[in-house]
């Protein structure tokens, strides 16, 4: 393909640094002293091809300018990315936003409008902070949450976090205010979503357990333009129905996309209720979610009881036992 750039001969600094200086020097040598002007001519010509010179080696070495689709590159390839895996950094509250009396979105900045988390979808983060422990002396406690935002909102990262009476970093997380920090390491996590990595994933989320699940979800279909056709059953278990973290999203989500389903299922439910009640069993999972095959994936993310309950139920249905502690290729993965 041809070059698109004008003849640099034909510069604007050429003729500001070259041909006018040149010029001069003949023409004043003409004015002022006639004999002088074979000398004058070849000053001049010795002078313009030093400056030309100069100016090629300079060219030579500058650093080119990047183009929009390199700096389009140079962002996705994670220039911008600021978390560092072993390195506690510090981010500042900007928005809390109340859902309930429990439960907050919190907005965090990044160091500039165009940075991002660059975390992998499916992985975490650490949040780490110094409390006060009953026997007087102050702990680091450190626990893990997934945003709720992703890398192509640049400038923040966003986390849903329910407070707990007797929870450590979620009751420090209540008490923040604009304006104070939190310390945060990352990723963190053996998950990492790729599209089409499965044909079809089943989830069972209980309470704040939807957001790792709610980042794979909008990521496939986010992807849906570039070809990734996974489906998505999703059980959503809570205790009341005012206890369902996100609902609208996950309805609008259902909604716009025939490859996103969610089923609710709710310990006390209200009248009317047409949604499962009481506790996932093992007909719910066969009612709603894929049948066990290895195009298919089973995540899991909620208290430790229901996750231990989830996976024995599993496995009674034909789905590969679960480790302990999962890995990205394992057919039943908790988070």
């Known amino acids: 393909m041809s070059s698109a750039h004008p003849n640099k001969y034909v510069s604007n600094r050429m003729r ?9 020097i003949i023409v004043g040598c003409a004015i002022a002293k006639r004999d002088w002007l074979p000398y004058a001519v070849a000053l001049a010509a010795v002078l313009a091809g030093y400056k030309i010179w100069s100016m090629s080696k300079e060219t030579t070495h ?53 940075s991002i988390l660059g975390l992998p979808i ?15 002396t102050k702990k680091e406690i450190v626990r893990s949450y997934t945003p709720i935002s992703g890398d192509h909102q640049p400038g923040h990262f966003d986390l849903l976090i329910k407070s707990y009476p007797t929870g450590n970093i979620s009751k420090y997380m209540a008490s923040l205010i604009v304006g104070q920090t939190i310390k945060v390491k990352g990723p963190k996590g053996a998950m990492v979503y790729t599209p089409n990595m499965v044909r079809h994933f089943g989830m ?22 570039t070809g990734d056709n996974t489906e998505i059953d999703l059980i959503f278990a809570n205790v009341n129905s005012e206890d369902i973290l ?90």
Not at 262 to 284: A, C, Q, S
Request: aromatic share 6%; net charge positive; hydrophobic share 35%.
């Open 16 to 24: 500001d640094g070259v041909y006018i200086p040149a010029g001069l």
């Open 62 to 114: 500058r650093p080119r300018a990047k183009s929009s689709d390199e700096l389009e590159l140079t962002y996705c390839s994670g220039e911008q990315k600021v978390l560092k895996p072993t390195e506690l950094q510090s981010f500042e509250l900007k928005e809390k936003t109340i859902i309930s009396h429990n439960v907050a979105i919190y907005r965090f900045g990044l160091p500039s409008a165009t």
């Open 122 to 136: 499916g992985q975490h983060i650490s949040i780490a902070a110094t409390l006060p422990q009953p026997d007087g």
């Open 204 to 225: 069972i989320a209980g309470g704040t357990g939807i957001t790792p699940m709610l980042q794979i979800i909008k990521a496939v279909i986010r992807g849906r333009p």
């Open 246 to 335: 996100l609902k609208e999203d996950l309805d609008q989500l259902a909604k716009e996309d025939s490859k996103f389903r969610v089923h609710y299922v709710l310990n006390n439910p209200p009248e009317k209720w047409d949604g499962g009640v009481g506790f996932v069993t093992p007909e719910m999972m066969t009612k709603w979610l894929p049948k066990p095959a290895t195009d298919v994936k089973l995540l899991l993310c909620g208290p430790p009881p229901m996750i231990s309950a989830m996976k024995k139920s599993a496995e009674s249905l034909g789905f590969t036992k679960a480790r302990p502690v999962s890995k990205l290729e394992d057919q039943v993965f908790a988070f």
